[in-house]
């Protein structure tokens, strides 16, 4: 017998042997150890259908009669279903599914590192106690829980991988290598020195984590080709009885537009990670990753590639593992009768108020902290809890929390926890950068949770759940109205868990505390002062000046920190060059103390443009600056008119590429019939549409600007 | 355009709908009424939350409220500055 401790470092089933499991262990070592790991499934329905399933299994696997819980219908009866090894699973489900259609399957389609969470108590990434003979498991303790904020740091050696060129513009020329002091270029021809430098590479480093730019979709898949065409071996996993697992590329529809994913390639015994592929990683990294593997239980590889919505499903698959529910295959609550009346009552969104139009001086912005995930949690809001709107506010103390808010109160407790710590520290502190990340994974998973409760393939979800939550939201607003209202504040605007609020005489950030006060203990629900603006404007909308628009706003805060919403500078379509010259009007106008002294600052701003634009007919704007992304909507033969961006798909498509929708196309406006050009193919600088680029810039900047050139600021009453 | 998820269309929408709904009778007015037309609408859109708040089958009885409202906000501005040309010209 052997004992080893460490973190547990990735699990997967293997072929002949229950699940491989990987141990990075204290010493440095990685270890892949087997684990004996039987899993057991569910069937129920018709009995004379069981009975006849249960002929069609007897040989394959252990059967038994018992019953179980099902979270929308109770406790029913069914037949347990147990297999030797998770292998197994895939084939015995598809043939059941084939030969009884009509029964409802349960467990049967769990992520095997959430069984393996379940079973053992060690969650990915956990420190873990593990006694094993020879290299397989006798026993595996954890010694640490998600939920604990300080973990002991996990020593990763990480390699990154990044081709000379972005392989969508043209073939990159050389890779470049990098990990621990190492960095250089390795040249992809000749073709056989650049696959035993390669392999050298890998030998010599051992990565747990190759991180990539297009490695799902250039490096993986050509490396898989040119090993095969040379002879030449890479062992880009370090399970070497596997090879690499290959995703194809699709395109789906989710929140009303069509998402393009490219393929995916995953590693075993190793990570690897495209950063170009990866959907969050921009916005809070690895150790944002890290983290939501930590809590979710999905393997790291997946977390990185998938939407947070299914690392909020897998949370909750735990929680129903841990508590005995059984997880439906299929969703099978559909949304319930209500007359006409009740469905326009319920069927609304969060409030949204409109500004008062205008510019306005120490104005305090407050946000409510997790609003809708602090409502679930408080007010017990869950599928199989029945409750329609407002009934919900009426709180049954006596029901049992219910599976939503099981899963959501640890998650919601250790943000707020975070949240409490990047408050206290100084902002030079070396744990801050890492701390603010892990508490943008985290709060990702919040925040999608509330959609998962209205998603239609949602496994716990159901559509009134959803509307209870914005119902009881749209309520606490009002009474956070109120209560302002009643020490005297002015309610510029609320804009679902945001107030803005003005006070005569009041603008000091500590003035602002007792309406905070009084807001909690009216609402019961966490809320900070996002800051005070020296002045925020709220301007109207495009086509009538006398018309408010709810989502655009931009303003300084007392410390000169700019902070805009629906502007073009926060747009993904808006060319660089547009959206830096709206934030550089906006730091003009940020180094007025007041707004008393903003219209010297304006005339900067007025040069600032004229000197763009004749740097624009000049050529001496990069290309690069001026590049407008956008997706394609659809297929391009469903085009009646092409837009812009079908122009470019075009093109590509001309130019014998493949394009998909939901596809980004990079192009720049262009003069002459053609309109644009893809930026893929190559742009002259001669050609670019200077009257157009300079339209949009005046355009952007009349947005900001002509609130302060009428004659008299208004102050907004 | 496409409402995900969304079986009640928004009260924006319906706002947008009785204007188009009205087209012909704007079309018939003079340029400089449509611009007052035009604010009457306007007027209303400043009240969308409100006119949802109440949840009725008729959303257009409360935003015929919301418009009369911005008008009584009107006159009792004019009201009050009128009172105090007033008091300045004694």
């Known amino acids: ?717 | 355009m496409i409402i995900m998820g969304r079986t009640v269309i928004t009260i924006t929408q319906q706002l947008t709908e009785t204007e188009s709904m009205l087209a012909p009778f704007r079309r018939a007015l003079r340029r400089s009424d449509q611009y007052i037309f035009d604010g009457i609408f306007a007027a209303a859109r400043r009240h969308i939350t409100a006119i949802g708040q109440n949840e009725s089958l008729l959303p257009f009885e409360s935003a015929l409220l919301a418009i009369m409202l911005e008008q009584a906000k009107d006159i009792a501005a004019l009201q009050h500055e009128i009172e105090q040309i007033k008091q300045r010209n004694g």
């Open chain 1, 1 to 717: 017998m052997d004992e080893q401790t460490g973190w547990l470092f990735d699990v997967y089933e293997h072929p002949r042997q229950g699940v491989s499991v990987w141990l990075l262990s204290d010493q440095g070592t990685r270890i892949h150890l087997l684990m004996d790991f039987p899993i057991t499934f569910y069937a129920a329905g018709d009995f004379k259908l069981l009975r006849q399933a249960w002929i069609f299994l007897r040989e394959n696997a252990q059967l038994a009669r018992t019953r179980r819980q099902d979270l929308f219908i109770g406790e029913r009866d069914v037949l347990r279903i147990t297999l030797s090894r998770p292998a197994l699973l895939a084939n015995i489900i598809a043939d059941l599914q084939r030969n009884f259609p009509a029964l409802d399957y349960y467990d049967a389609d769990i992520p095997i590192s959430l069984r393996f969470i379940t079973r053992t108590g060690v969650h990915l990434l956990g420190r873990c106690h593990v006694t094993h003979n020879g290299n397989l498991i006798q026993a595996i303790e954890p010694l640490d829980s998600p939920w604990q904020i300080e973990h002991a740091p996990m020593p990763l050696r990480v390699m990154i991988l990044t081709p000379s060129v972005d392989p969508a513009h043209c073939p990159p020329s050389s890779l470049k290598v990098k990990y621990e002091r190492v960095e250089y270029s390795l040249s992809v021809n000749p073709l056989r020195p650049f696959l035993i430098g390669l392999q050298a590479d890998l030998l010599r480093f051992d990565p747990d984590l190759i991180l990539t730019d297009h490695g799902d979709t250039w490096l993986f898949p050509n490396l898989a080709m040119w090993c095969k065409e040379s002879g030449q071996q890479v062992d880009v996993n370090r399970d070497r009885e596997k090879d690499v697992l290959t995703r194809r590329a699709n395109s789906y529809f989710a929140y009303g537009q069509v998402v393009y994913r490219g393929a995916q390639a995953h590693l075993f015994g190793r990570w690897h990670i495209d950063r170009k592929n990866a959907m969050m990683f921009n916005e809070y990294g690895l150790d944002g990753v890290l983290e939501q593997t930590r809590v979710t239980g999905l393997g790291v590889q997946e977390m990185a590639r998938k939407s947070p919505g299914a690392g909020i499903t897998a949370m909750q698959m735990l929680t129903a593992l841990k508590t005995g529910v059984m997880v439906p295959m299929h969703k099978q609550q559909a949304e319930g009768r209500k007359t006409l009346t009740r469905l326009i009552q319920a069927d609304r969104g969060g409030l949204i108020y409109q500004p008062i139009i205008g510019i306005h001086r120490d104005v305090a912005q407050i946000d409510f902290s997790s609003m809708y995930p602090s409502i679930m949690v408080n007010y017990n809001i869950s599928p199989e809890n029945e409750s329609v709107g407002l009934d919900a506010l009426s709180l049954d103390v006596t029901r049992p929390s219910g599976l939503i808010p099981q899963t959501l109160k640890p998650l919601l407790e250790k943000r707020l926890q975070m949240k409490q710590m990047l408050s206290e520290l100084s902002t030079k502190d070396c744990e801050i950068k890492s701390l603010r990340a892990r508490a943008a994974a985290l709060k990702w998973l919040l925040v999608v949770c509330f959609g998962y409760l209205g998603y239609k393939n949602a496994r716990f979800g159901r559509i009134e759940s959803h509307e209870a939550v914005t119902a009881i939201s749209r309520e606490l607003m009002l009474q956070a109205k109120e209560v302002a209202e009643d020490l005297g504040f002015t309610v510029l605007h609320m804009y679902v868990d945001s107030l803005f609020v003005q006070k005569e005489g009041v603008k000091d950030q500590s003035q602002f505390l007792p309406l905070l006060d009084a807001i909690r203990a009216q609402t019961k629900i966490a809320i900070a002062l996002d800051g005070v603006y020296r002045w925020i404007a709220f301007p109207p909308s495009r086509k009538d000046a006398r018309i408010p628009v709810p989502n655009r706003y931009f303003g300084i805060f007392q410390n000169g920190e700019i902070k805009v919403r629906g502007i073009e500078a926060r747009r993904r379509d808006t060319p660089r060059w547009v959206a830096n010259g709206q934030l550089k009007i906006l730091s003009y106008l940020s180094k007025a103390a007041s707004l008393d002294e903003i219209q010297s600052y304006l005339s900067h701003a007025r040069e600032f443009v004229e000197q763009e634009k004749r740097k624009l007919k000049a050529g001496q704007v990069p290309v690069q600056e001026l590049i407008v992304t956008q997706s394609l909507s659809r297929a391009l033969d469903a085009y009646r008119s092409p837009s812009s961006a079908a122009r470019a798909a075009g093109q590509l498509q001309s130019a014998g590429r493949e394009v998909a929708p939901g596809q980004f196309m990079h192009f720049v406006f262009v003069r002459g019939a053609e309109r644009v050009r893809v930026w893929d193919l190559g742009v002259d600088a001669r050609m670019i549409d200077v009257k157009r680029y300079c339209e949009m810039l005046d355009r952007a900047v009349t947005g900001l600007v002509s609130g302060f050139e009428t004659a008299e600021i208004r102050l907004g009453i």
